[in-house]
């Protein structure tokens, strides 16, 4: 009886030092990792690094790779910013993309989180109904010259669909198109006074190049064009609230939070959609 103990005491002994082991070698690739994306950066950019951490990571469904999502806080010349990157490694080497060779599956749609249900909300739903069984969400930039041509056609194709309601997250890329921001906000304004007939579908046809250059930073020039495309009256004054920041604030961090970087990024019944149709199967 006292051997048997033994035995079993030995053997729960052995699983907590292979635990260990694992967490200690698990470490030390997040450290090499870390290390790699360091002097990568360095030694190929003018970018100084002022803090880099793992975001998340994922075994692979590849044996032996794990994918790594980074937070990076980087000094250009410009200022400071930050980004994300993805990298794969599988402990001997890293590389920046990783492809299936059969199916020519980008690994970066495993890389992506799935998107909560506390996100699809009355204030990001512009198609439908919340009861609606599929769920169509969209991370958008309203002078985003990919996402302009692109949001009109969902609106009306969503719109035709019987049970799928289309969901809109902010994510105007302010590095890129400052004057961005100031259309999300009259956006979230807008959308909460509901006066404006498929706002949405009108924002991203009203042309605003001919009013505003999106790297413009006036805001009052940015608001003056919002109104005369729009027909409507929105002042500083309106914009510029806490409850309008915050929302904007909050749904940055949704797109932080899910590593999203570029749009138009679709999600599709909870998972990323890199192919941007997949909601075409609904009827």
Known sequence: MKRLLMLKLLMIAGVLAITSCGAKETAKLDDKVLKFEETRIVSTTNLKIKKMTVHSKKQLPLKGWTGYLLNLELTSPKGDFAT????????????????????????????????????????????????????????????CPACIPYMPGLIDEIKAKKDTALYY?????????????????????????????????????????????????????????????????????????????????????????????????????????RTRSAYKRFK
């Open 84 to 143: 994300k990157d993805t990298l794969y490694t599988d402990g001997s080497v890293v590389v920046m993309d990783l492809y299936d060779i059969k199916t020519a599956t980008n690994y970066k749609e495993f890389m992506a989180p799935l998107l909560s249900d506390e996100y699809y909300t009355k204030e990001h739903l512009i198609v439908g109904k919340l009861s609606y069984k599929h769920k169509v969400v969209v991370f958008s930039d309203p002078l």
């Open 169 to 273: 997250i902010h994510l105007p890329l302010q590095s890129l198109h400052p004057a961005a921001m100031t259309v999300a906000k009259a956006m979230i304004k807008l959308h909460k006074d509901g006066k404006i007939k498929e706002l949405t579908k009108k924002i991203y046809q009203a042309n605003f190049q001919t009013e505003f250059d999106s790297k413009q930073t006036d805001e009052k020039k940015i608001l003056d064009g919002v109104n005369k495309k729009l027909g409507t009256k929105l002042t500083l004054k309106d914009i510029n609230t806490k409850a309008i920041q915050d929302r904007l604030d909050k749904d940055l961090s949704i797109s932080d939070d899910m590593g999203i970087q570029g749009t138009p990024t679709i999600y599709v019944d909870g998972k990323q959609d």
